[in-house]
């Protein structure tokens, strides 16, 4: 069965540091797109960092540039995010994403339960 399941989350002060991770299974994550989503009350789900399944092309919004850092380990099956000098406006529930495609036609849309991120002092 298909699990995807991040951990890493808390509370964290303003300017501090979390590393996210995503365990998958089920699926072949070496082929797979991987994105990390995070969706804040009463907002609306937003793309925070994405990377190809070589992990040679990655793409951030730009409110997170500079401060994340979306990584993966094939081996593992495992995608990790790395948020540095965290602001209270990252405060979210984070969600990892897998994404298969076949010439640009989604295969499967993957997504875990969400981990709680708080940014407060």
């Known amino acids: 069965q298909v699990q995807l399941v991040e951990s890493g989350g808390g509370l964290v002060q303003p300017g501090g540091s979390l590393r996210l991770s995503c365990a998958a299974s089920g699926f072949t994550f070496s082929s797979s797109a991987m994105r990390w989503y995070r969706q804040a009350p009463g907002k609306e789900r937003e793309l925070v960092a994405s990377?190809?399944?070589?992990?040679?092309?990655?793409i951030y919004t730009d409110s997170v540039k500079g401060r994340f850092t979306i990584s993966r380990d094939n081996a593992k099956n495992t995608v990790y995010l790395q948020m540095n000098n965290l602001k209270p406006e990252d405060t979210a529930v984070y969600y990892c994403?897998?994404?298969?495609?076949?010439?640009?036609?989604?295969?499967?849309?993957?997504w875990g339960q969400g981990t709680q991120v708080t940014v407060s002092s």
């Open positions: 994403n897998a994404v298969g495609t076949t010439w640009g036609t989604k295969e499967y849309d993957y």
């Open positions: 990377m190809s399944s070589a992990g040679g092309s990655t």
